[in-house]
C-alpha cells in the first residue's frame, strides 16, 4: 500500500458508477451498532477512516440520507451500495472526516481493523477479530 510515503486505496460501487481514491492510510474498525447493522443488513460493518482532503471522486450518482440526529451515510445512486458515514458537528467527533465501507474497497485485504466497537450490540455468532481492543458506543450516539 505505501511506497515512499503515498498511499493510494480505490475503491467505488457495484455498478462502477461511483469511484473514489483515499491517498492516506485510513483507520479501519469493525462496528456492530445497530445502525451499522440495519444500513448494510449485515451483523457489522468494517469502516476505514481518513479525512475528506485525503479523499477524491469520480462520478456523478453518490446520494446520501441521515441515518441519524448526527450522522449522514451515502451510497450509489444506480446500485444502492452502500459507500460512506460521516457525523454531524452535533456527534462531538471529528467532523473533518468520512468513513468508507471496507468491502467498497478494490483490495480490502490491505487494511486490517484494530478495534472492536459498538460491542454492546454485537450478534453472539460475530466472533471475528477475536482479541481486538473494545469499547462500547457513546451514549450520545444512541438515537
Do not use: N
Not at 66 to 90: K, V
Not at 110 to 135: F, I, M, N
Request: hydrophobic fraction near 30%; include cysteine; charged fraction near 20%.
Amino acid at each position: 500500500m505505501e511506497e515512499h510515503g503515498a498511499v493510494e486505496l480505490e475503491g467505488g460501487c457495484l455498478c462502477g458508477a461511483m469511484r473514489y481514491v483515499l491517498t492516506a492510510a485510513p483507520r479501519v474498525h469493525y462496528c456492530h451498532c445497530s445502525m451499522c447493522q440495519r444500513a448494510t443488513g449485515s451483523a457489522f460493518a468494517v469502516l476505514a477512516w481518513v479525512k475528506w482532503d485525503d479523499v477524491g471522486w469520480h462520478g456523478d450518482t453518490q446520494k446520501s440520507y441521515r441515518s441519524s440526529p448526527i450522522a449522514r451515510r451515502s451510497f450509489c445512486g444506480e446500485c444502492g451500495t452502500p459507500l460512506t458515514l460521516h457525523y454531524d458537528e452535533a456527534s462531538g467527533i471529528e467532523t473533518d472526516e468520512v468513513a468508507f465501507h471496507v468491502g467498497t474497497l478494490d483490495h480490502p485485504e490491505r487494511v486490517t481493523p484494530d478495534h472492536h466497537y459498538g460491542v454492546e450490540s454485537r450478534l453472539p455468532w460475530a466472533d471475528c477479530g477475536a482479541g481486538l481492543p473494545e469499547q462500547q458506543t457513546k451514549e450520545s450516539w444512541d438515537a
